[in-house]
């Protein structure tokens, strides 16, 4: 098996529906996001798919995040914009952008809040 990582960044805001603390409050995080893919199968060139492509597909998912209120995100509306579903909800749309590579699973993603906390979500 061959696992690759990428990773990226953006900016967005927050706030935590019924918690007891300051995190209840908006505010807003430089979020680390790494992603984690593996398969068996190397293609002509002996790679699993060119980083250029992951970083891309990374990217333009946390465009889809960057500068926004993600409370205001339709998949946030019934669920909490915490760290782990932050990192669910990007493995979910990387997975169905991913679909088109058969050799391809997405592994995990992990999203940090801070350099010292971290979420993964993983199937």
Partial sequence: MFRLKV???FSSAHYLR???GSCEN???????????????QLNNLDILIDFK???????????????????????????????????????????????QYSNIKVKEVTVYE????SATYYE
Wanted: hydrophobic share 35%; charged share 35%.
């Fill in 7 to 9: 990773q990226d960044y």
């Fill in 18 to 20: 019924n918690y007891k």
């Fill in 26 to 40: 908006l505010h807003g995080h430089n979020w680390k996001v790494e992603l984690l893919v593996e398969g068996s």
């Fill in 53 to 99: 492509i992951l970083k891309s597909i990374l990217k333009e998912t946390l465009d889809e995040l960057d500068h926004k209120l993600l409370n205001e995100i339709p998949y946030f509306k019934n669920v909490n914009p915490s760290s782990e579903r932050l990192a669910e909800y990007i493995f979910k749309k990387i997975k169905d952008k991913l679909s």
């Fill in 114 to 117: 801070t350099d010292k906390v």
